[in-house]
Protein backbone atom coordinates (compact mmCIF):
# COMPACT_ATOMS: atom_id res chain seq x y z
CA UNK A 1 0.00 0.00 0.00
CA UNK A 2 0.96 3.60 -0.54
CA UNK A 3 3.34 4.47 1.86
CA UNK A 4 4.29 1.54 3.59
CA UNK A 5 8.08 1.44 2.78
CA UNK A 6 9.11 -1.65 4.70
CA UNK A 7 7.40 -3.83 1.67
CA UNK A 8 9.18 -4.15 -1.54
CA UNK A 9 7.90 -2.69 -5.15
CA UNK A 10 6.33 -6.40 -6.15
CA UNK A 11 3.19 -6.75 -3.85
CA UNK A 12 2.86 -2.45 -3.24
CA UNK A 13 2.83 -2.29 -7.32
CA UNK A 14 -0.88 -1.97 -6.75
CA UNK A 15 -1.22 -0.07 -4.30
CA UNK A 16 1.24 2.94 -5.42
CA UNK A 17 -0.60 3.35 -8.89
CA UNK A 18 -4.04 2.80 -7.23
CA UNK A 19 -2.44 6.01 -5.07
CA UNK A 20 -1.72 7.83 -8.42
CA UNK A 21 -4.91 7.52 -9.43
CA UNK A 22 -6.88 8.46 -6.57
CA UNK A 23 -4.79 11.47 -4.33
CA UNK A 24 -1.92 12.13 -7.16
CA UNK A 25 0.87 10.89 -5.34
CA UNK A 26 2.73 8.22 -6.57
CA UNK A 27 6.58 7.02 -7.33
CA UNK A 28 9.67 7.99 -8.78
CA UNK A 29 11.29 4.92 -8.74
CA UNK A 30 13.16 3.59 -11.84
CA UNK A 31 11.14 0.86 -13.56
CA UNK A 32 12.51 -2.35 -15.57
CA UNK A 33 11.18 -3.12 -18.85
CA UNK A 34 8.56 -5.37 -19.82
CA UNK A 35 9.50 -8.29 -21.93
CA UNK A 36 6.36 -8.69 -23.98
CA UNK A 37 4.54 -5.71 -23.34
CA UNK A 38 5.26 -1.92 -24.35
CA UNK A 39 6.54 1.11 -21.58
CA UNK A 40 4.31 2.01 -18.90
CA UNK A 41 0.62 3.38 -19.42
CA UNK A 42 1.33 5.53 -16.87
CA UNK A 43 3.23 8.60 -18.15
CA UNK A 44 5.89 10.51 -16.65
CA UNK A 45 8.82 7.85 -16.11
CA UNK A 46 11.60 6.70 -17.87
CA UNK A 47 12.07 2.90 -17.61
CA UNK A 48 15.18 1.23 -16.65
CA UNK A 49 17.11 -1.44 -18.39
CA UNK A 50 17.04 -5.04 -16.97
CA UNK A 51 17.68 -8.55 -18.54
CA UNK A 52 13.91 -9.77 -20.41
CA UNK A 53 15.22 -13.27 -21.92
CA UNK A 54 12.87 -15.93 -20.08
CA UNK A 55 14.80 -18.37 -18.23
CA UNK A 56 14.77 -22.00 -19.42
CA UNK A 57 13.31 -24.37 -16.60
CA UNK A 58 14.96 -27.81 -16.60
CA UNK A 59 12.79 -30.57 -15.71
CA UNK A 60 12.00 -31.04 -11.90
CA UNK A 61 14.54 -33.85 -10.55
CA UNK A 62 14.71 -36.34 -7.65
CA UNK A 63 17.49 -36.36 -5.10
CA UNK A 64 18.05 -33.87 -2.32
CA UNK A 65 21.01 -31.98 -2.88
CA UNK A 66 22.43 -28.77 -1.08
CA UNK A 67 21.01 -25.57 -0.84
CA UNK A 68 22.06 -22.30 -1.76
CA UNK A 69 22.94 -21.45 1.63
CA UNK A 70 24.66 -24.53 2.40
CA UNK A 71 22.72 -24.57 5.48
CA UNK A 72 20.87 -27.75 4.71
CA UNK A 73 19.40 -30.22 2.10
CA UNK A 74 16.79 -29.46 0.18
CA UNK A 75 13.44 -31.80 -0.78
CA UNK A 76 13.77 -34.21 -3.59
CA UNK A 77 11.43 -32.29 -5.94
CA UNK A 78 10.03 -28.95 -7.50
CA UNK A 79 12.28 -26.66 -9.91
CA UNK A 80 15.57 -25.78 -8.87
CA UNK A 81 15.67 -22.35 -6.88
CA UNK A 82 17.53 -20.12 -9.15
CA UNK A 83 15.60 -20.71 -12.13
CA UNK A 84 12.25 -20.42 -10.22
CA UNK A 85 13.01 -17.39 -8.99
CA UNK A 86 14.45 -16.30 -11.98
CA UNK A 87 11.32 -16.96 -14.00
CA UNK A 88 8.75 -15.61 -11.13
CA UNK A 89 10.68 -12.36 -11.59
CA UNK A 90 10.36 -11.99 -15.13
CA UNK A 91 6.45 -13.08 -15.15
CA UNK A 92 6.33 -10.19 -13.06
CA UNK A 93 8.41 -7.70 -15.04
CA UNK A 94 5.41 -6.49 -17.28
CA UNK A 95 3.08 -5.72 -14.18
CA UNK A 96 6.25 -4.01 -11.94
CA UNK A 97 6.72 -1.80 -14.81
CA UNK A 98 3.17 -0.92 -15.57
CA UNK A 99 2.59 -0.15 -11.99
CA UNK A 100 4.95 2.39 -11.35
CA UNK A 101 3.72 5.89 -12.22
CA UNK A 102 4.82 9.66 -11.27
CA UNK A 103 2.01 12.26 -10.95
CA UNK A 104 -1.60 11.00 -11.22
CA UNK A 105 -2.93 10.13 -14.48
CA UNK A 106 -6.24 11.39 -13.99
CA UNK A 107 -5.36 14.30 -11.58
CA UNK A 108 -4.79 16.31 -15.37
CA UNK A 109 -7.86 15.37 -17.25
CA UNK A 110 -9.99 17.87 -18.26
CA UNK A 111 -12.73 16.26 -18.40
CA UNK A 112 -15.02 13.22 -16.26
CA UNK A 113 -14.62 11.20 -19.67
CA UNK A 114 -10.81 11.71 -20.20
CA UNK A 115 -9.78 10.59 -16.42
CA UNK A 116 -12.09 7.86 -17.08
CA UNK A 117 -10.66 6.89 -20.18
CA UNK A 118 -7.13 6.94 -18.71
CA UNK A 119 -7.94 4.69 -15.67
CA UNK A 120 -9.58 2.26 -18.01
CA UNK A 121 -6.55 2.30 -19.71
CA UNK A 122 -4.30 1.77 -17.25
CA UNK A 123 -6.48 -0.98 -14.95
CA UNK A 124 -6.77 -3.09 -18.90
CA UNK A 125 -3.30 -2.87 -18.82
CA UNK A 126 -2.20 -4.26 -15.30
CA UNK A 127 -5.02 -7.10 -16.27
CA UNK A 128 -3.47 -8.24 -19.26
CA UNK A 129 -0.15 -8.26 -17.01
CA UNK A 130 -1.52 -10.35 -14.13
CA UNK A 131 -3.25 -12.68 -16.86
CA UNK A 132 0.06 -13.14 -18.25
CA UNK A 133 1.62 -13.51 -14.77
CA UNK A 134 -0.59 -15.99 -13.09
CA UNK A 135 -0.62 -18.66 -15.35
CA UNK A 136 3.57 -18.63 -15.86
CA UNK A 137 3.69 -18.45 -11.90
CA UNK A 138 1.64 -21.62 -11.37
CA UNK A 139 2.62 -23.36 -13.86
CA UNK A 140 6.26 -23.50 -12.08
CA UNK A 141 5.08 -25.42 -9.36
CA UNK A 142 6.76 -24.85 -5.73
CA UNK A 143 10.51 -24.05 -5.89
CA UNK A 144 12.92 -26.83 -4.62
CA UNK A 145 12.59 -25.72 -0.48
CA UNK A 146 11.39 -26.80 2.63
CA UNK A 147 8.66 -24.20 2.06
CA UNK A 148 8.25 -24.03 -1.37
CA UNK A 149 5.13 -25.76 -1.16
CA UNK A 150 3.27 -22.94 1.17
CA UNK A 151 5.62 -19.91 -1.18
CA UNK A 152 3.87 -21.36 -4.00
CA UNK A 153 0.12 -21.56 -2.72
CA UNK A 154 0.57 -17.98 -1.41
CA UNK A 155 2.14 -16.20 -4.04
CA UNK A 156 -0.39 -17.59 -6.49
CA UNK A 157 -3.41 -17.27 -4.48
CA UNK A 158 -2.18 -13.79 -3.65
CA UNK A 159 -1.93 -13.08 -7.26
CA UNK A 160 -5.16 -14.18 -7.83
CA UNK A 161 -7.33 -12.38 -5.45
CA UNK A 162 -5.80 -9.13 -6.79
CA UNK A 163 -6.29 -10.06 -10.35
CA UNK A 164 -9.78 -10.36 -9.29
CA UNK A 165 -9.91 -7.43 -7.88
CA UNK A 166 -8.00 -5.87 -10.94
CA UNK A 167 -11.22 -7.03 -13.02
CA UNK A 168 -13.40 -5.45 -10.87
CA UNK A 169 -12.21 -2.34 -10.72
CA UNK A 170 -12.18 -2.67 -14.37
CA UNK A 171 -15.72 -3.37 -14.76
CA UNK A 172 -16.51 -0.75 -12.19
CA UNK A 173 -14.59 2.08 -13.69
CA UNK A 174 -16.12 1.36 -16.74
CA UNK A 175 -19.74 1.28 -15.68
CA UNK A 176 -18.99 4.83 -13.62
CA UNK A 177 -20.98 7.87 -14.35
CA UNK A 178 -19.70 10.14 -11.70
CA UNK A 179 -16.06 11.12 -10.72
CA UNK A 180 -16.78 9.86 -6.94
CA UNK A 181 -17.77 6.50 -8.64
CA UNK A 182 -14.62 6.31 -10.60
CA UNK A 183 -12.38 6.93 -7.45
CA UNK A 184 -14.63 4.16 -5.58
CA UNK A 185 -14.02 1.75 -8.37
CA UNK A 186 -10.61 1.53 -7.37
CA UNK A 187 -10.28 1.18 -4.03
CA UNK A 188 -10.70 -2.43 -3.13
CA UNK A 189 -6.94 -2.60 -5.08
CA UNK A 190 -5.43 -1.50 -1.66
CA UNK A 191 -6.12 -4.45 0.45
CA UNK A 192 -5.22 -6.90 -2.42
CA UNK A 193 -1.77 -5.50 -3.11
CA UNK A 194 -1.23 -6.23 -0.10
CA UNK A 195 -2.75 -9.20 0.79
CA UNK A 196 -1.75 -11.74 4.06
CA UNK A 197 -0.69 -14.38 1.37
CA UNK A 198 1.85 -11.99 -0.90
CA UNK A 199 3.01 -10.71 2.50
CA UNK A 200 3.47 -13.85 3.61
CA UNK A 201 5.29 -15.44 0.31
CA UNK A 202 7.34 -12.53 0.29
CA UNK A 203 8.59 -13.29 4.35
CA UNK A 204 9.33 -16.76 3.36
CA UNK A 205 11.17 -15.60 0.00
CA UNK A 206 13.38 -13.40 1.45
CA UNK A 207 14.25 -14.77 4.67
CA UNK A 208 17.67 -14.75 5.31
CA UNK A 209 20.19 -17.53 5.24
CA UNK A 210 18.11 -19.34 2.54
CA UNK A 211 18.21 -20.35 -0.82
CA UNK A 212 15.45 -18.62 -2.16
CA UNK A 213 16.40 -15.20 -0.38
CA UNK A 214 20.06 -16.30 -1.76
CA UNK A 215 18.70 -16.84 -6.10
CA UNK A 216 16.44 -13.52 -5.68
CA UNK A 217 19.61 -11.38 -4.77
CA UNK A 218 21.32 -13.24 -7.48
CA UNK A 219 18.85 -12.36 -10.18
CA UNK A 220 19.67 -9.35 -11.95
CA UNK A 221 15.72 -9.19 -12.63
CA UNK A 222 14.34 -9.72 -9.46
CA UNK A 223 16.62 -7.21 -7.81
CA UNK A 224 15.25 -4.60 -10.42
CA UNK A 225 11.87 -5.10 -9.37
CA UNK A 226 12.79 -5.36 -5.86
CA UNK A 227 11.94 -8.83 -5.24
CA UNK A 228 14.46 -9.21 -3.38
CA UNK A 229 13.64 -6.85 -0.29
CA UNK A 230 11.74 -8.03 2.93
Do not use: H
Amino acid sequence: MPGVTSRSRWTTAAGVALCALVTGCGSSASRPSAAARPASATPGTAAATVPTTPAVLPAPRTGAGPSASGASPTPSTGYPVGPWASSVCQALVPFANDSQGGSSPTAAARTFAEARTREIKILTTFSADLDDALPAIRALGPPRVSDGAVVQADLVTGLAQLQQSVSGALAKASAATTALALQASVTGLRAASSSPQLAASQRLITAKGTALAAAVNADPTCRAINFNKP
